[in-house]
């Protein structure tokens, strides 16, 4: 009778001890999630990210392969914009329209005073800081940069800003307020030039690299 008292008096060890959740072998199991070699999940993406961070190669000459990169890309798209320029005052100007795609797309040599595409003609002198302020802008990421993506970017916006910021400093009427040459006609848009062009192009490519989380240091961050 005392065995059996004391069988039935024995407190339920399981039930005390077995409100969390078990595995398939019994053991309870990990409020933190596990890879299948059991590697916790959070540990296993810190140590990704910090051997992404690892693989950048930022040594000097890899900075210096870029910055070089960066100026030639600039210096490509600023002859590009500075020769087409001078053909065209020398050739189009004052003549009549050259079609190239009948009425869709013409050459038409204007002299504009705003920003690209025509824009805010009344603010030269305020275009040409802050085409100034461009240039210092880039020069000062120059010196962080690792990401060939960003170094085209950066250059194609370098020899845009410095094609328009010439036309400003030594066109007429003056300077830090000349006109810009544009010549570029589509139908029912702005007429432009091949600066204007450069920097849309790197501006569109900057935000893409922005969106996708790529700085100009090489590394990628995850919002």
Known sequence: MAEAERIIGTPDITGAEGSGETGPDGAAASPDAVTPDGQD?????ADAEADAEAAVDRSPATRRRRIILLFCVAVVAYLFDL???MLVVAKLEHQEPIELLGDWLKLDAIRNAGAAFGIGEAFTIIFTIIATTVIVVIARLARKLYSLPWAVALGLLLGGALGNLTDRI???????????????????????NLADSAIVCGGILIVLLSFKGLDPDGTVHKD
Request: no cysteine; hydrophobic share 60%.
């Open 170 to 192: 030594f066109r007429a009427p003056g300077v830090f307020e000349g006109a810009v040459v544009d010549f570029i006609a589509p139908a029912h848009f702005a007429v432009f």
């Open 41 to 45: 999940t959070a540990a296993t993406a």
């Open 83 to 85: 020769g087409s320029k």
